[in-house]
């Protein structure tokens, strides 16, 4: 074979080769996505599966107003309330992985998957990093006739059933702290879930139900404007910021559970991408304007990032699914 033989023959088998490389991609699977030495050049959507007004929409209403500055660009909130988060994640996942999508990832995001079946999975978000850790409290409306916690539990007690308790939806995180509470102190109340904490807030100012179980910040603007009030946390102690509420232990009840809020990416996002927003985040959360707005609106934050809170969601959501198998919660067990 002649030199110039070889050459083309290389050429043709370096071509069929580079052919074959392209249809590996498509065939079996995604090629990897270009990095943009500039990212982000446009702004980055956030997923909220629960409506306007609760407690994480509140979290990322708050970060939306400083976070620019380390993001390099704006957050835009997306609120897909009801169906106890599943639509909002079920759409997610025909969502690209390109670094401007990310969604909230919050103790919800796992309960729910342990109650029911879902289209989605554990696996299919990457844990970007943990913003808050909150614990549940209960709230009343200003002129109910239960003063303590202890109160709604003899009411519970005198008449199973009848004491309608609103949460933040059906096997979401103050559900399952509801029923776990329930439980604890050997009552029954009459469960209704709501499309999120901003209306389960509502319903209790309107005196839709008798109480509510959520957490902060849900429901500190309605104590402030003497709409609502606090018989008890479910913390090992009284919050820093609102002292005057007695926790469930001080008042003979031995329970306390609370839940995180944080964020995810869609998997397959870049971690360079993962890594700009997660630093970002943890940056705002470290700002003294930041950290002001966060007190007024009652946000607990707490940072755990990178592997450990990956490591963290893994064993919430072991917790979470041993937890409503051992009592026969929800319909997927």
Avoid at 196 to 211: L, R, S
Avoid at 249 to 262: K, N, P, S
Avoid at 292 to 320: K, P, Q, R
Wanted: aromatic share 10%; glycine share 12%; charged share 20%.
């Amino acid at each position: 074979m002649s030199r110039f033989q070889k050459g083309l023959t290389g050429c043709l088998i370096g071509a069929a080769l580079a052919v074959l490389l392209s249809a590996g991609a498509f065939a079996g699977g995604e090629a990897e996505p270009e990095i943009e030495p500039d990212y982000p050049t446009r702004s980055i959507e956030i997923m909220v599966p629960w409506g306007a007004g609760g407690a994480t929409d509140i979290v990322f209403r708050t970060f939306a107003s400083v976070i620019p500055e380390y993001l390099g660009t704006s957050i835009l909130i997306d609120n897909q309330p009801g169906g106890a988060a599943v639509p909002g994640y079920t759409e997610a996942l025909g969502r690209e992985g390109d670094g401007y999508y990310f969604v909230a990832w919050a103790t919800p995001s796992l309960t729910v998957q342990h109650m029911r079946e879902t289209p989605f999975s554990v696996d299919d978000f990457v844990p970007v990093i943990n913003l808050q850790t909150a614990p549940i409290w209960i709230l009343v409306p200003a002129d109910s006739p239960y003063e303590t916690l202890v109160d709604l539990v003899e009411a519970a007690e005198a008449d199973p059933g009848r004491i309608d308790l609103g949460n933040a939806g059906a096997g979401g995180g103050t559900h399952l702290i509801a029923l776990a509470f329930e439980e604890e102190a050997g009552v029954e109340f009459n469960h209704v879930p709501h499309d999120g904490g901003g209306p389960a807030v509502i319903a209790a100012v309107g005196e839709h139900v008798d109480a509510i179980s959520v957490g902060p910040p849900e429901g500190v603007a309605q104590m402030e404007g003497d709409e609502l009030r606090a018989l008890a946390v479910f913390a090992e102690e009284r919050i820093d910021d609102f002292p005057d509420i007695p926790t469930a232990v001080e008042q003979g009840i031995d329970f306390t559970l609370g839940q995180w809020r944080g964020i995810a990416a869609p998997a397959g996002t870049p971690q360079e991408y993962i890594d700009h927003v997660h630093d970002a985040f943890k940056a705002t959360m470290e700002d003294e304007t930041f950290q002001t707005l966060a007190d007024n609106a009652g946000i607990i934050t707490d940072y755990i990032g990178g592997e450990e809170f990956i490591e963290h969601v893994e064993a919430d959501y072991e917790f979470w699914g041993n937890l409503i198998r051992e009592r026969g919660l929800g319909e997927r067990y």
